[in-house]
């Protein structure tokens, strides 16, 4: 074989073997993107690659606060420089449902890494059709939190005292079924029960045990169907839809559910044979600035009388606080000509950064909600909520203003 001849194979060689050597780096450092996300507690973390754009999922597991919790992804995503020679995208998943996306451009120099350049959006872009079907590691699924929610109920009917007092402490269990499918169940521990509520506040019993499925639509529709047992003892199905609008700011959505009464006494189930439909339409604004949300309602509620609700819900890292205004139908037959008004909360309790440890069930502490009448109407604007993470902390933790 001649000079020329071996010159020419050599040459082959080293281009074949540089290029192959230099792909295994490229698929090294993707793997270490992917561990390192997984490292930090995410979960349902999957890459997607073509020339132009890297596009990561993630589900934040690790921090009670989703904009924590995104932003150590973002964080994360940042600390890997060759990132930057094209666009990087971060899909946010919640129970395997994609909420929002988060995107950098192609970086001009490393100073530029960190989470200046990043934007978020409902839109997940053309890249999420084939990238929905990527391998994802550390599933969520069949993953069980026992999520322990304090629970406050108090009412002011009597003039002789101020509050008569409910307390107890709800064990839940939560497991991730399928993609968007949640399974809740939770028993009623009480603490405390003043005289007036009946005995069955006293005991010991089932509270929520239902089913969730979650699902999401084009044009940023957003989807959740609920069925089993719910709080105000009842039982049945709920159905609700919210449109963001583009720029995610103006929303519109709609809630129906159809129930029956029903009640647990000494661990025997009983329902009731009174179905009612209720149900609300609502349109909405997100003020980025104060990331503070004000919504307009018309409802239906339990006892078929119609109302209408002006509601001020300011959004904060481990809290979400407002006011609400409302207004019912037969003013005759109840207190303060049909209106009300007051003030609610949520509070997110520590800890704040719980990491999972493989299918071992973690225990962790919910949300704790309050609400306030002004007014001290008892029959007459009543309600349900379908699941016991139902507040507003969480209905807008992942809007693309806060994960940012």
């Known amino acids: 074989m001649g000079f020329i001849q071996k010159s ?9 073997l540089s290029g192959f050597i230099g792909s ?3 698929y090294a450092q993707q793997d270490r993107v992917v561990a390192a996300l997984v490292q930090a507690g995410f979960e349902n973390v999957s890459l997607y690659e073509n020339d132009t754009v890297a596009l990561y999922t993630i589900q934040n597991s690790a921090y009670k ?3 924590v919790g995104v932003g150590k992804a973002l964080d994360i995503l940042s600390s890997f420089e060759e990132l930057g020679n094209k666009r990087c995208k971060l899909v946010v998943l919640e129970n395997n449902v994609p ?22 959006g409902y839109d997940l872009g053309t890249e999420w059709k084939m990238a929905k079907g990527a391998t994802r590691e550390n599933s969520s ?16 009917y009597r003039l002789e005292r101020n509050y008569d007092i409910v307390a107890n402490l709800n064990p839940t269990l939560e497991v991730s079924l399928w993609k968007g499918m949640k399974f809740t169940a939770q028993i009623i521990i009480p603490l405390y029960r003043d005289e007036v509520y009946s005995r069955i506040y006293g005991q010991v019993r089932p509270g929520y045990l239902s089913l969730t499925q979650s699902f999401r639509l084009p044009y940023r529709i957003f989807g959740q169907i609920v069925a089993g047992k719910f709080n105000n003892d009842r039982l049945g199905v709920d159905f609700r839809l919210r449109h963001w609008f583009y720029g995610n700011r103006f ?10 009464s029903s009640y647990f006494d000494q661990w025997k189930f009983y329902y009731g044979s ?8 609502e349109a909405g604004y997100y003020w ?7 919504s307009v309602r018309g409802q239906r509620f339990l006892l078929k009388e119609y109302g209408l609700r002006l509601e001020m819900i300011r959004h904060l890292r481990y809290a979400s606080i407002g006011f609400y205004i409302n207004k019912l139908e037969n003013a005759y037959l109840i207190n303060n000509n049909g209106f009300n008004g007051g003030f609610l909360f949520q509070i997110a309790l520590p800890p704040y950064k719980y990491k999972r440890r493989g299918y071992i069930p973690r225990v962790t502490t919910g949300e704790f909600p309050m609400r306030y009448n002004a007014g001290n109407e008892k029959y007459y604007g009543k309600a349900y909520m379908a699941l016991p993470d139902d507040f507003a902390y969480t209905e807008f933790a992942l809007h693309p203003n806060r994960c940012y």
């Not at 980025?288 to 004000?294: G, H, I, M, P, Q």
Request: no cysteine; charged share 20%; aromatic share 14%.
């Open 288 to 294: 980025k600035r104060y990331n503070t949300t004000f």
């Open 274 to 281: 009174k179905w009612r439909v209720t149900g609300e339409i």
């Open 251 to 260: 929303y519109v959505g709609g809630r129906v559910g159809y129930t029956t």
């Open 24 to 26: 295994g780096r490229l």
């Open 141 to 156: 699924l069949f993953k069980a939190d026992i999520v322990v929610y304090p629970e406050l109920i108090f009412q002011n």
């Open 99 to 120: 909420q929002i996306a988060l995107e950098r451009p192609v970086l001009k120099e490393a100073a530029q890494m960190g989470r200046a350049l990043w934007s978020a």
């Open 8 to 16: 020419v194979i050599a040459l082959f060689a080293v281009v074949f």
């Open 65 to 67: 606060s989703q904009e």
